[in-house]
């Protein structure tokens, strides 16, 4: 029945899957992934930010922590989409993260997967999704 009710919508196919290559794949563990999330009930935010400053209308498709010591820190940002990128949903990706600040933004579609790295620079691309550990590893280079 849930997997039904996916079908009848592409993009929750599309993070469905998302998650079961993360979880199965890549490594991920899944107490460690948020999804469809108002950015300002996010763990890290509720607590950085007052209630005046928190964005109470955006909100994220899937999210991924890690454990920095004993804090708990976002990782990569990702972006669910039925269709390939387009420069208006990157932007929006990125203006979510100025909130969140992973180090790692990921877009998904049925036809395009790609991971990227946040830089003074802007984003640079690293291909495909990578392994949870590899990703932690990168974060504190």
Not at 56 to 70: S, T, V
């Amino acid at each position: 029945m849930e997997y039904q009710r996916l079908l009848n919508r592409p993009e929750e196919l599309i993070r469905f899957e998302l998650m079961e290559k993360l979880t199965h794949h890549l490594h991920f563990p899944s107490h460690l992934l948020v999804k469809e999330r108002a950015i300002s009930q996010l763990p890290h935010i509720s607590q950085e930010f007052s209630l005046k400053k928190k964005p109470n209308n955006l909100r994220i498709d899937l999210l991924a922590y890690h454990w920095h010591g004993e804090n708990l820190h976002p990782l990569v940002l990702f972006e669910c989409k039925h269709l390939r990128p387009d420069e208006r949903a990157f932007q929006q990706l990125i203006a979510y993260n100025q909130w969140i600040k992973a180090p790692f933004l990921a877009w998904v579609s049925k036809s395009y997967e790609g991971l990227y790295r946040m830089t003074k620079n802007g984003l640079v691309y690293l291909g495909a999704l990578k392994p949870f550990e590899d990703l932690c590893q990168l974060s504190r280079n």
